[in-house]
Structures are given as C-alpha cells and as structure tokens.
C-alpha cells in the first residue's frame, strides 16, 4: 500500500469508524455507548454534508440565500445546509446539553421535548465555504466536551466556555479528493476515508504522527504589511537559505481552507498560521470551533499548538462564544522557530 509518508501506519484490517470508537471506548473503560453514540449521529450528518457537497458542482445551491430552485422553493447555502443538518443530527439523540455553532449567534439548545444529555458540541459546520465554487477542499470541525452543570438540566453557556484541554473529543471531515474523517478522543489520532459504494468511513492512517519538523510554511502572506516586525521577521527567515538540511528555503503552501492546510500539516509537517495584525487583533480563526479542535488533534499527533505567544491555546479560558485567537499549528520544531522570533524579536 502507498503511504502519504512515513509517519502513518499501514492498515490491514477493514474498520468501520463506528467500530473503532466502540473499541477504544472500551478499551479506555466506562463505556455507556453515550459517547459512541454522539459520534454516530455526528458521522451520519458528515455524510449527509458530504453528499451535498459533492452535489454542488451539479445543482444550482450555491450562491445567495435567495435563490430558488426548481420547485421555486428558497434555496439554502451550503454552509446554512451543513449547519441544519448537524443540528437535525445531533438534537434528539439524547448524548447533548447544548450546542454551539460558528454560524449562530447566540448558543444552540436542545429542544425542549428531548432529552438532555452529558456532553457539548462546538462546530464549524463548512469551514472554508468561499472556496467551494472553485472546488478546493473544504470540511466540517467538532469539538466534544462534557457538561459542567448538573444533569438532565438545559445546558448553558457555562458548558461551552471550557479551555480546550477538556475537550474529550474533536476532529474534522475534509470534503477533498476523497473524504476524510479524523479523530481524536485522547488517544491518538485516526483518519477514515469515506468509503461511497459501501457507505462507511474506513481506518485508513492508523495512529497518526505529525513529523518533527519541515521546511514548509502556511500562512496568508498577503497580510505581510499588516502583520508585527516580529512576525515579518520569521517570514522573511523562512525564506532564506537555511543552514541545516538541504539548505533550501522552506516552502509556502496556503490553501486558505483552513481544515485542507492543517490536514496537509498533519500528514506532512510544517506550520500553519494564522497571526494576529493591526487590523484583525485576534486573529481571524475562532477559539472554539476551529482552534481547540485543531489543537487537540495536532497536540495529540506529536505537534504543538500555540498563540505565538508563548500560550498554549488548549489553556486558553474562553470568555466568549465567537473568540477569536492568533493561531500557529504543526510540527513542533517548526512552532518553535516561530515562538522564538515572535516572544524575542523587537
Ligand atoms: P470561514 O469560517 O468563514 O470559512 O473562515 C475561515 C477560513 C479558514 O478555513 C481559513 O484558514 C481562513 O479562513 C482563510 O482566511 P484568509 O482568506 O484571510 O486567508
Ligand atoms: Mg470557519
């Protein structure tokens, strides 16, 4: 079997994700098949998501809110779709005491006549939706937490605004040249790839490994002017000969999807930024819907993730649903060449 590199083992066995989760459930102990559960409903409203998206070079659904297809019925974006979809999932199972999404407001309550469960979902339901007309990679992104107020209660706003190291959960599916689910419960990382002709996401890289370092970098350089001195200093470094190795300058490689950019990260080393400027002072990224899930999963493959300043962003404590935060993800060598110049250079 060919590998995307060395760092991923190869699999042999045929693992539906369910299967897999249901295992390491047991394996880990306290298995109620609530967690296992959540994940399920979670796994079908991906699929759901995936077969719209790879509909959406067919149907006319992109574009605006108000577009009307051939019943004459409104038309939703995508992005809205994806949204829908993973509420609809997720709201009757019993698993959750709240939600939150990146495209609502205020938080997401289970409806009154369903049950209440112990964990919280945050989602990015279709990060990087402005690229899906040009059909570059987009994906979804989940975080899982456990409640903190009392069970069977309404959850609150207190359940969602949790650091990111108490997530038990997260994990992206990337809508790309195939599909992919990966995950992470505190044990590693699993990607799946979606399997169409039998309907099921399969182990496909077993316990990934981020490498160590490489000489690439990721970021949105058309910010460049904008940025600190510090932060154009580590740029213009990067680009530079470099004395170890090969002695090539790294490479840049920026999809602007931020789940396609730290998906290539994960399998293949590197950085991906995204820094704080004079006009976006916290960054663009969101703390709870793509950072932390991102950052659990990084850290748990061997990487680091970090605010560039010296922060871990799992230890960040949020005070707000829609946070924002300056981002560096991906091989820890890498993330500490940048920490270097972002805490020291003037
Ligand atoms: P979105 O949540 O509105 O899709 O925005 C998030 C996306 C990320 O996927 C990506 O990393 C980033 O925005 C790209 O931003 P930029 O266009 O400024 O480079
Ligand atoms: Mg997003």
New binding site residues.
């Given amino acids: 079997m060919t590998l995307p590199n060395d760092h991923v083992e190869v699999v042999s066995k045929v693992i539906t994700i369910e299967r897999h989760i249901i295992e390491q459930e047991r394996a880990t102990g306290g298995a109620t098949g609530d967690f296992s559960g959540l994940l399920r409903d979670l796994t079908l409203a991906i699929k759901i998501i995936y077969r719209e998206v790879s509909r959406a070079g067919l149907v006319d659904i992109l574009g605006s809110t108000d577009l009307r297809n051939i019943q004459g019925e409104i038309v939703q974006k995508l992005d809205e779709f994806a949204n829908g979809v993973i509420f609809r999932a997720m709201d009757h199972g019993g698993h959750l005491a709240v939600m939150a999404s990146?495209e609502n407001d205020e938080f997401i309550p289970i409806p009154e006549e369903y049950p209440k469960g112990k964990y919280v979902l945050c989602f990015?339901p279709l990060?990087?939706?402005?690229n899906i007309d040009a059909n570059v990679s987009i994906g979804t992104i989940f975080s899982v937490l456990r409640r903190v107020t009392p069970a069977e209660t309404d959850g609150t706003l207190e359940d969602i605004l949790q650091p990111g190291y108490k997530q038990v959960a997260a994990g992206y599916a990337i809508y790309g040249s195939s599909t992919m689910l990966v995950y992470t419960a505190g044990h590693g990382v699993y990607g799946f790839t979606y399997d169409p002709s039998v309907g099921e996401f399969l182990l496909s890289h077993n316990d990934i490994h981020i490498p160590d370092h490489k000489g690439i970098y990721s970021v949105?350089e058309g910010?460049y002017s904008k940025w600190s001195p510090a932060m154009q200093q580590y740029i213009d470094w990067v680009k530079q000969e470099q004395p170890e190795a090969d002695k090539k300058a790294y490479s840049l490689r920026y999809i602007?999807?931020?789940?396609a950019?730290v998906h290539r990260t994960l399998l293949y080393g590197g950085v991906f930024l995204?820094p704080a400027d004079i006009k976006s002072k916290r960054g663009?990224?969101r703390l709870l819907y793509?950072a932390n899930p991102m950052s659990f999963i990084i850290e748990q493959a061997g990487g680091k993730a970090t605010d560039g300043r010296g922060n871990r962003l799992l230890d960040i404590v949020p005070t707000e649903l829609h946070q924002r935060t300056p981002l560096v993800v991906g091989s820890p060598k890498n993330v500490d060449e940048v920490e270097r110049f972002l805490t020291t250079t003037k």
Wanted: zero cysteines; glycine letters at 12%; charged letters at 35%.
């Fill in positions: 990146e990015d990060d990087g939706s402005s949105n910010n602007g999807s931020m789940v950019d995204y663009k990224l793509e």
